[in-house]
């Protein structure tokens, strides 16, 4: 069997094939390109300038499609891997017309851009609008952590403040006192300066730790990161980094992403009526159902959101601290345990959000037998009970409900398959960027990049060129 063998590299050829012939027609490069064309840079908040006068620079439009696709391959996010694409990947070549802008100019562009870059996912949105491949009627709500391009060693309490200080300070007396001793001792003058430097280093490292002392306290945080100042200490299966809770809200008809909302909060309790609200302002309008897990459940979210009009589904998560052999009697509030004891309101618990109901006589407790079993207290058995208790049970009961469990069996597939196209296919593990306008402009990056892969899959790469260039 013969073998095949490539052309001589020396060979001259008559004419040399053009940029246009390096991809194919059905490329996927091809529908970016379409994309970020279909965008108005203008109302993004790029500066778009053709006549400015000075040295000239890349078009703003050429930089976003480097970016975007580059970050659809994930490993080519960093700005020197996206210079080395370049030289060397044929589609970014066709994609930039043979432009090979350096790392510090890709970096200038996509810091420079923060604010704008965060808006290409609205746009992408918008986009999917147009295209009827959104309908806004149904939305789920996820989170997943992201690593924060800082380390947790660099995270600062005031607790590790005054530690530090009393520790610096103790340092600083001892080389004060050495430097006395040495100074009256007329030794040698290379000891007296290496001690000099160390006592500068520590003075120094005394000013910063008061300067972040004081930063806690004027902004009211538990702790800082001096390297990233916005990013929070996150807990997940990996453990405690430092990161962000990355928000997520998906459509149910095809599963794009609507938004997606960095924080550095490391729950999702305060995060379901915020995420949905950023969602229907980019629909446009207002959903019928919102969907999320147990971690976004409290009473008085799901309120919120029915006060809106949006039917709330997601799986109890707030309970009262009681057992169900205590019944409720409601017209006199009180409870009544399994032996006739009454438990009567004796206050509110620490986060003003329970009622605590104890028993009248603690010695009716100390000498019942099932005292050791049901409490054991020494001040008797007390229950609590969430003073929203009626309207908790009533979202529970319509949760319950067959077509509503239908709808959350359907969260899973939808509002987690972005995070994982994000984290496996991607490979994005921590993000490039500090703070939270660099944060949010990776975020609506990756977001767009998952939506247009999702376009590409649903109509087809021709089919969707297409369409974004009517």
Not at 391 to 408: D, M
Request: with cysteine.
């Amino acid at each position: 069997m013969a073998y095949r063998y490539g052309d001589d590299k020396n060979q001259m050829v008559f004419l040399p094939p053009s940029i246009e012939d390096y991809v194919s027609i059905d490329d996927p490069v091809r529908a970016y390109d379409a994309f970020v064309e279909a965008l108005d840079l203008t109302k993004m908040g790029i500066e778009v300038n053709p006549s400015k006068v000075g040295n000239s620079s890349y078009a703003p439009k050429t930089m976003l499609k480097l970016l975007v696709y580059g970050y659809s391959y994930g490993e080519t996010r960093s700005s020197r891997k996206l210079e080395r694409a370049l030289h060397h990947n044929l589609s970014f070549i066709w994609l930039t017309g043979n432009l090979k802008p350096d790392h510090k100019t890709i970096a200038l562009f996509r810091r420079k851009n923060r604010t704008a870059l965060a808006r290409v996912l609205k746009e992408c949105v918008r986009l999917c609008l147009k295209l009827d491949l959104i309908e806004g009627n149904t939305l789920f709500v996820d989170g997943t952590k992201i690593r924060a391009n800082a380390s947790i060693k660099n995270a600062w309490t005031k607790e590790r403040c005054q530690e530090t200080l009393e520790v610096t300070d103790r340092h600083i007396e001892e080389l004060l006192n050495e430097c006395e001793a040495i100074d009256a001792s007329d030794e040698k003058q290379g000891s007296l300066t290496a001690m000099q430097e160390e006592l500068s280093d520590k003075v120094k490292l005394k000013s910063k730790v008061n300067d972040i002392l004081k930063e806690l306290e004027n902004q009211d945080k538990k702790a800082i990161n001096t390297t990233d100042s916005e990013c929070g200490r996150m807990n997940s299966l990996q453990g405690s980094h430092a990161g962000y809770n990355v928000q997520s809200v998906v459509d149910q008809k095809h599963g794009l992403i609507v938004s997606m909302d960095p924080v550095n909060e490391n729950n999702d309790r305060n995060q379901f009526v915020k995420q949905i609200q950023q969602a229907n302002e980019t629909l446009g309008k207002l959903c019928l159902t919102a969907c999320a897990d147990a971690g976004y459940n409290t009473t008085d979210e799901l309120e919120k959101l029915e006060a809106q009009g949006i039917k709330p589904i997601s799986p109890p998560n707030e309970k009262s601290e009681n057992k169900k052999q205590f019944s409720y009697n409601a017209d006199e509030d009180y409870y009544l345990c399994p032996q006739g004891h009454r438990l009567k309101y004796s206050g509110l618990s620490a986060d003003q959000k329970s009622k605590i109901y104890r028993v009248t006589q603690k010695a009716l407790c100390l000498s019942c037998d099932k005292f050791g079993t049901c409490t054991k207290s020494e001040y008797g058995k007390s229950v609590s009970r969430l003073i929203k208790e009626e309207i908790r049970l009533r979202f529970e009961e319509e949760y319950l409900k067959p077509e509503s469990r239908e709808i959350y069996k359907l969260r899973q597939q939808k509002a987690e398959l972005p995070f994982g196209h994000i984290k496996r296919n991607l490979g994005v593990n921590a993000f490039l960027l500090r703070g939270l306008k660099g944060v949010r402009a990776e975020t609506s990056i990756l977001g767009t990049c998952f939506n247009l892969r999702r376009m590409m899959t649903l109509l087809g790469v021709t089919v969707l060129i297409a369409k974004l260039t009517v």
